[in-house]
């Protein structure tokens, strides 16, 4: 944790000394799942959640290409689909509910800039702030299955993930700008699957965004 802030400070600063440094907002909504080789993958769903920071960007070819390092709080996970399914010891479970994994990114991007129209790509290196895992597991039977883990615990989680970010979008001259962007994942983040029988072995967060930006001060 102290290596990801120290990173962010050290990029803030770097950044805030260029002279034409443009400080800004960001926020949206978030469409999260999970990718991977994952087993009964048909169980999981797109959960709807939300993100929102800090962005720093500073020219590198005026007008044309950028360097742009954020930091973000974004909500990942997935919901299950409710659906009866066969587990490895051929068992018959059901899942109802969602989790949630709150995360502290920070992308590093490269923007190119094309009229009003930007284009952006880049690494990004993410902290799992905390979980809350909401699902509740049943039998065949529709018997709940009781758990003694607890919601709230990372244990089985990596803490940092590696990954990147892509997307597209449009930049007013007000400062205003509206754009897609898909983040994913290098490695996996469940070290120990100690919730899901081994359904979240080889998971990796998968998300698109929708975002909204507002550059300060604008060109206006």
Do not use: W
Not at 191 to 201: C, P, S
Request: no cysteine.
């Amino acid at each position: 944790m102290k290596f990801f802030f120290a990173v962010a400070l050290a990029l803030g600063t770097f950044t805030a000394a260029q002279a034409q440094a443009t400080f800004g907002v960001r926020g949206g909504a978030n469409l999260a799942n999970l990718s991977g080789d994952l087993q009964n993958e048909d169980q999981f769903e797109n959960k709807v959640a939300f993100h929102g920071g800090v962005t720093l960007n500073f020219p590198v070819v005026e007008e044309f290409f950028s360097i742009q390092p954020e930091l973000l709080y974004s909500r990942k996970g997935f919901k299950s689909n409710s659906e009866e399914y066969t587990n490895l010891l051929l068992q018959k479970r059901r899942r109802e509910g969602s989790v949630d994994y709150n995360y502290l990114d920070l992308p590093v991007l490269g923007h190119i800039n094309a009229g009003p129209l930007y284009f952006e790509a880049g690494p990004q290196l993410g902290y799992l702030l905390s979980v809350n895992n909401k699902t509740e597991l049943y039998d065949g039977d529709g018997t709940r299955i009781a758990s003694d883990k607890d919601a709230k615990s990372k244990d089985g989680l990596s803490e940092f993930e590696l990954g990147y970010a892509a997307g597209f979008g449009f930049n007013a001259s007000n400062g205003i700008s509206l754009g897609v962007r898909y983040n994913g994942a290098f490695s996996d983040f469940v070290k120990e699957d100690l919730n899901f029988e081994g359904d979240l072995t080889n998971a990796r967060h998968s998300v698109f965004m929708l975002t909204l930006g507002l550059r300060l001060p604008s060109d206006n």
